[in-house]
């Protein structure tokens, strides 16, 4: 886009940074807050190694140590300190969930927009395969199938995103096909231009605000589902540190009015509260709905 | 679908018509059957020329446009004749072959420009769309061409309207950059559907002197063929 040799080009690229600027300075401040959560998050994530004292695995003292000393939120049941855990699952559970997320979006999103394109039995045969699958519970059906193939990190990864490629189908089949029958879509056929040209140049730009306020939910719930496997035991396996599978191993000092256990499910609420500030923010600019007020 | 002219180009007739219609009937589906849209219609076009198809609204206009380019709307059907394009039958044709042809030697202009432009591409990038997509100029150059068009099509601010988005130019002057966009590979053949419809009188007069006054231009220079329903003013039959 930046290669069209006009001489106004300059000028487009630095009024787009400069829309950004003043997008920027009038977003609410519950959009600011999520925003700097999510990039203190992603900072915990990439930097974990320097930042914590301790490594993810690494048995140091006693178990149930309390809080200080040499370890600012004591150590957990096998002696491993709490905070250098919850800094590592960070980069776990975040990494697995966007992975998952990217994955089911890719596999959605492209079938979603071969089926709006195609409707007649090609469609027919993807929506009704989509149903079935939607039919059973996904949790259930996540549980059944990691049971049956093991329970690694890419199975998971892969079975999560299929299952939540189902929802991105849905939405995008569902908003392409009121693209599809728009004029400009027929008459970019008569141009002659090729499926995948039709997807990705004349479709995929409309429909996108959607699919984005969707990526942003459907992160939450990929993480919610993952730490909810993880809790379950059948998600990231022992000794990664990952903090569904921390507020399990550690739920019994709830029973001694320890609030450490609440730590990294405090962790996953925050960032689920967070990405959804963002999202409504993004969904408010870019929808036109606005506050009668 | 049921004249079988040979598709091989080199078994293409010398000197035959660019475009001949025969016996080509047309029909819709509504209401549970089938109603006859077009009724035996026959027409050929020379290269070079300008024909203009006058009828009322629902005559069928459109369509037979349309079935120009091998093409027939979701709920139509071409029941008999023939289409032939520069020899090719392009009823025989498979949907590749078409869209080969498509946009690069027939080019069509749509009824409404408003509705014709995707409302997420800058004017200049869908301009330049069909020469990308045909591999028929590189970036630099099709975009050259377009500001070429645009100047010659009269637009105002050639060099910054490109960048604007459809919804920010008027009416007449997104079909005239619909104009240069179907321009941009030099096709033999524009299908002008009712290309002035959509806007007033004034700014008609004005649209359809650019579109005379580029068809002449480059008709010259590049024997381009113009194939214009109902734009009485343009569609005489003349050389």
Known sequence: MTTLQTSAAPHRRRSRWRRLGTELRKAPVSAWFGMLVIAAYIFIAIFAPWLAHYGEAQVISQ??????????????????DILSRLIYGARNTLGIAMATTLLSFTFGVLLGLVAALNAGWLDQLLSRAVDILMSIPSLIFALLLLAAFGSSVPNLIFILAVLDATRVFRLTRAVAANVVVMDYIEVARLRGESMAWLMRREILPNILPPLIAEFGLRFCFVFLSISALSFLGVGIQPPTADWGSMVRENAAL???????????????????????????????????????? | MSASVDTTLAARPRGAPLLEI??????????????????????????????????????GKSTLGLVAMGHAKPGCRIVSGSVSFDGMNLLAMKESQLRALRGSRIAYVAQSAAASFNPAHRLLHQTIETALTHGFASRRDAARNALEMYRKLRLPDAEEIGLRFPHQVSGGQLQRAMTAMAMECRPDLII?????????????????????????????????????????????RSR
């Open chain 2, 22 to 59: 025969a016996d080509l009937h047309v029909e819709g589906y509504s209401e549970d059957r089938w109603h006859p849209i077009v009724r035996g219609v026959s027409l050929t076009l020379e290269r070079g020329e300008i024909l203009g198809l006058i009828g009322e609204s629902g005559a």
């Open chain 1, 254 to 293: 709830i029973s001694y009015s320890d609030v450490t256990p609440l730590l990294p499910a405090g962790a996953i609420a925050l960032l689920t509260v967070s990405v959804n500030f963002v999202i409504d923010w993004f969904l408010h600019r870019t929808s036109g709905l606005r506050d009668e007020r």
């Open chain 1, 63 to 80: 178990p149930y140590q309390p809080w200080g000393g040499g370890f600012p939120l004591g150590t957990d049941q096998l002696g491993r």
């Open chain 2, 192 to 236: 002008f559907d009712e290309p002035t419809t959509s806007l007033d009188v004034t700014t008609q007069v004005e649209v359809l002197a650019s579109i005379r006054d580029i068809v002449r231009e480059v008709a010259r220079a590049m024997q381009m063929r113009c194939f214009c329903p109902p734009e009485s003013s343009l569609g005489r």
